[in-house]
């Protein structure tokens, strides 16, 4: 499906003098194009979707040629060229993505959130593939929600807020402005002062350590293994969680994170193993009766009611709560009713408390920043009263400043509900500065669980998952030992 053009109501853009808006197929006037979530043909191999790349050209040598180049600066590809973009990891979908745009022989190359979703051994890779890129002559411009990312790709930065240009000039300019680096979108959510995520000093790691040794487990993972057709993507995991304890599962893409996450929560069924919550065997229950036991996930993608206040969302998202259920009782406003839509109304309130949310509470959820829409459906979430929260990537696409102040967020969300919560995130300053411990996943295999520093510090993690590119580590902030 074609998306719909947006056409600016006044203004340019000009490519090499020309004014590009309003033209049917920027394309031909040398603008190569990755969006946020990439248009490969899924079930084409990779030899056929880089085929579809030289679209512009008629010339068998020069598409040769082209290939030949392509294979220079994304030699992965060459590896998979006969599989389909289906069984890429993320990582790869993106270089491949990237490698049809370049295919296009273009002047200008936009991505659209480079490191969106991907580990930090990923976007190192891709930052290295950029920046290749560059030097063949292309000029890139890069959207990004991480600050660390985009400085250590920029020459020059750009920097908006609500449609409108803060700072416009050299990425070493930028890190002398702190009021717009530090410009929390999520008031409240923690005081950012050296660029980290405030985390749990020893002493507070210690007492969470004995409080957990104590605790007894809630949900149970035995040898679960789950495959699609030759490709293990859960291989034998087992581990336990205990009540209150906050777990990070981190891994390279194509580990089986998600796919872990879809059997816990009732919506993938493994080949093999057995899933337990509250010492009751849930294997083969769907994830509605998951749900009702107050076992939820969060998706990745926020999906809220654009035409909805904040507060409206709320109570859309209590309605489960209400007491009183009568189309009658409600229609002539009897007590019984009102009582009930009253109690609704204070839960909601409550939630909007917590999460800090007061200052938003009467604007639409489409006007809201990705971070707070995030923070929305996370308040969503919570209105059915979790008692395991299972996360997936709470930070993706959201402003680093927004990622910044969701480790203090989290934190308070897990103390004031007392939930347990697992937690998918590329983001190693958030992850660790949230979780008790770390379980570290690779090929569907368990690597490694224990403390953050311990798991960080793993010659394994850092091989497999990590990587050495700086910024691609600390996406947000700075990573603590």
């Known amino acids: 499906m074609r998306r719909p053009r947006v056409v600016p109501t006044a203004g340019q853009a000009q490519v090499a003098g020309v004014d590009v808006v309003r033209q049917p197929a920027v394309a031909r006037r040398g603008i190569g194009v990755v969006p946020q979530r990439n248009t490969l043909d899924r079930s084409l191999s990779v030899r056929d979707n880089l085929?579809?790349?030289?679209?512009?050209?008629?010339?068998?040598?020069?598409?040769?040629?082209?290939?030949?180049?392509?294979?220079?600066?994304?030699?992965?590809?060459r590896e998979r060229l006969d599989e389909v973009a289906s069984s890429l990891s993320g990582g790869e979908q993106q270089?491949?993505?990237?490698?049809?745009?370049?295919?296009?022989?273009?002047?200008?190359?936009?991505?659209?959130?480079?490191?969106?979703?991907?580990?930090?051994?990923?976007?190192?890779?891709?930052?290295?593939?950029?920046?290749?890129?560059?030097?063949?002559?292309?000029?890139?411009?890069?959207?990004e929600q991480s600050v660390n990312v985009a400085l250590n790709l920029a020459d020059r930065a750009i920097f908006m807020e609500k449609g409108e240009v803060k700072f416009n000039g050299p990425t070493a300019d930028l890190l002398a402005r702190p009021d717009i680096l530090r410009a929390v979108y999520v008031k409240g959510t923690?005081?950012?002062?050296?660029?980290?995520?405030?985390?749990?000093?020893?002493?507070?790691?210690?007492?969470?350590?004995?409080?957990?040794?104590?605790a007894r487990p809630i949900l149970e993972v035995s040898d679960v293994t789950k495959r699609f057709g030759g490709i293990t993507a859960v291989d034998g995991v087992s581990f336990e969680v205990r009540e209150n304890e906050v777990l990070g599962i981190i891994g390279p893409n194509g580990s089986?994170?998600?796919?872990?996450?879809?059997?816990?929560?009732?919506?993938?069924?493994?080949?093999?193993?057995?899933?337990?919550?509250?010492?009751?065997?849930?294997?083969?229950?769907?994830?509605?009766?998951?749900?009702?036991?107050?076992?939820?996930?969060?998706?990745?993608?926020?999906?809220?009611?654009?035409?909805?206040?904040?507060?409206?969302?709320?109570?859309?998202?209590l309605d489960q709560k209400l007491e009183?259920?009568?189309?009658?009782?409600?229609?002539?406003?009897?007590?019984?009713?009102?009582?009930?839509?009253?109690?609704?109304?204070?839960?909601?309130?409550?939630?909007?408390?917590?999460?800090?949310?007061?200052?938003?509470?009467?604007?639409?959820?489409?006007?809201?920043s990705t971070g707070l829409r995030r923070i929305v459906d996370l308040a969503c979430v919570l209105a059915a009263e979790p008692r395991v929260l299972l996360l997936d990537e709470p930070s993706s696409g959201i402003a680093q400043a927004e990622a910044e102040g969701l480790a203090p967020l989290l934190r308070r969300v897990q103390?004031?509900?007392?939930?347990?919560?697992?937690?998918?995130?590329?983001?190693?300053?958030?992850?660790?500065?949230?979780?008790?411990?770390?379980?570290?996943?690779?090929?569907?295999?368990?690597?490694?669980?224990?403390?953050?520093?311990?798991?960080?510090?793993?010659?394994?993690?850092?091989?497999s998952y990590l990587g050495g590119s700086e910024a691609a580590i600390n996406r947000s902030g700075t990573l603590r030992g």
């Open 415 to 463: 103390f004031e509900t007392g939930c347990t919560i697992l937690i998918i995130e590329h983001d190693m300053p958030l992850i660790s500065a949230v979780s008790d411990e770390l379980l570290a996943l690779d090929r569907g295999q368990l690597v490694i669980r224990g403390t953050p520093d311990a798991v960080l510090n793993d010659e394994r993690v850092v091989t």
């Open 95 to 143: 270089q491949l993505s990237l490698a049809q745009a370049f295919l296009m022989r273009p002047k200008l190359l936009m991505i659209d959130e480079l490191s969106l979703g991907l580990s930090p051994t990923v976007v190192g890779q891709l930052l290295e593939i950029v920046k290749e890129i560059n030097r063949r002559g292309v000029a890139v411009v890069v959207v």
């Open 190 to 214: 923690g005081a950012l002062t050296d660029g980290a995520p405030a985390s749990a000093t020893r002493a507070e790691r210690d007492r969470r350590s004995l409080e957990l040794g104590t």
């Open 256 to 317: 089986g994170k998600t796919t872990l996450f879809e059997i816990i929560s009732g919506f993938q069924t493994p080949d093999a193993g057995v899933i337990r919550y509250e010492g009751v065997d849930i294997t083969a229950l769907s994830a509605d009766e998951r749900s009702r036991r107050k076992l939820i996930r969060r998706f990745q993608d926020a999906r809220l009611f654009p035409s909805l206040t904040v507060f409206e969302t709320l109570l859309i998202s």
């Open 324 to 368: 009183v259920k009568s189309t009658a009782l409600s229609a002539f406003s009897l007590p019984q009713s009102r009582r009930a839509e009253r109690r609704l109304r204070v839960r909601a309130e409550r939630l909007l408390e917590l999460l800090e949310l007061g200052a938003y509470r009467d604007k639409f959820t489409r006007e809201l």
């Open 51 to 77: 085929l579809l790349g030289n679209w512009l050209t008629d010339d068998p040598a020069e598409v040769r040629r082209a290939m030949a180049e392509v294979f220079e600066i994304f030699p992965r590809l």
